[in-house]
């Protein structure tokens, strides 16, 4: 089984930062994206940041050049530094793969994982 653990999350001032990490275990063959979401109190999830497994990455238009996407292949880990947070950005904050595990039969097996999420608040 692959599992995806969150970490990170917190309480943090307005123009503050906070890093997240998300940490993938378990018969993994290959990670390929390595994506974070977030939902608000009342809002549809949505894509916060994208990493391919070359290291390309996409930003939604509200964090461009305040959040960085990284990822450490050797940890099967990926990562989210949020700087000059805002109040807007208070959501939980889920990390999603898309990975190739081994079955115990040795075959191998494509699909998406999620994390439990973990929740980031803006506030003064």
């Known amino acids: 089984q692959v599992q995806l653990v969150e970490s990170g999350g917190g309480l943090v001032q307005p123009g503050g930062s906070l890093r997240l990490s998300c940490a993938a275990s378990?018969?993994?063959?290959?990670?390929?994206?390595m994506n974070w979401y977030r939902q608000a109190p009342g809002k549809q999830r949505e894509l916060v940041a994208s990493?391919?497994?070359?290291?390309?990455?996409f930003y939604a238009d509200a964090v461009k050049g305040r959040f960085t996407i990284s990822r450490d292949n050797a940890k099967n880990t990926v990562y989210l530094q949020m700087n000059s947070l805002k109040p807007e950005d208070t959501a939980v904050y889920y990390c999603?793969?898309?990975?190739?595990?081994?079955?115990?039969?040795?075959?191998?097996?494509?699909?998406?994982?999620w994390g439990q999420g973990t929740q980031v608040t803006v506030s003064s």
């Open positions: 378990g018969s993994i063959f290959s990670i390929n994206h």
């Open positions: 999603n793969a898309n990975i190739l595990s081994r079955r115990s039969s040795g075959s191998l097996q494509g699909a998406d994982y």
């Open positions: 990493i391919t497994s070359d290291r390309s990455t």
